[in-house]
Nanobody, 127 residues
Framework: QVQLVESGGGLVQAGGSLRLSCAAS????????MGWFRQAPGKEREFVAT????????LYAASVKGRFTISRDNAKNTVYLQMNSLKPEDTAVYYC????????????????????WGQGTQVTVSS
């Protein structure tokens, strides 16, 4: 039901920063928790971060905690991923996703719980 489009990916030097955006359609955006996932070459898609529908609660993968910040602007139907201190290991295609169930009360980090996905945006971090 929710259509998502990521943007903001690109090339960045190690130690640099990048901000990803995910624009969502519909008037029910604020009823869904949102998440970011990534998939590196030869690797399975993995959880990066998620944020509650109100923006008051967040969860991060240990590999990005302290470096990445997820946020959302419900008035703009947009979720963001601010990435700082980027490392070559952060190189991947980044996907935003919407929880498959509205008004979920507990944040989830599992791929199967997200029902709407964007097409992804490439992030490449050079050494």
């Amino acid at each position: 039901q929710v259509q998502l489009v990521e943007s903001g990916g690109g090339l960045v030097q190690a130690g640099g920063s990048l901000r990803l955006s995910c624009a969502a359609s519909g008037r029910t955006f604020s009823t869904y928790a949102m998440g970011w996932f990534r998939q590196a070459p030869g690797k399975e898609r993995e959880f990066v971060a998620t944020i509650s529908r109100s923006g008051g609660s967040t969860l991060y993968a240990a590999s990005v905690k302290g470096r990445f910040t997820i946020s959302r602007d419900n008035a703009k139907n947009t979720v963001y991923l601010q990435m700082n201190s980027l490392k070559p290991e952060d190189t991947a295609v980044y996907y935003c996703a919407a929880d498959s169930r509205s008004f979920r009360v507990v944040l989830t980090t599992t791929i199967r719980d997200f029902g709407s996905w964007g097409q992804g945006t490439q992030v490449t971090v050079s050494s």
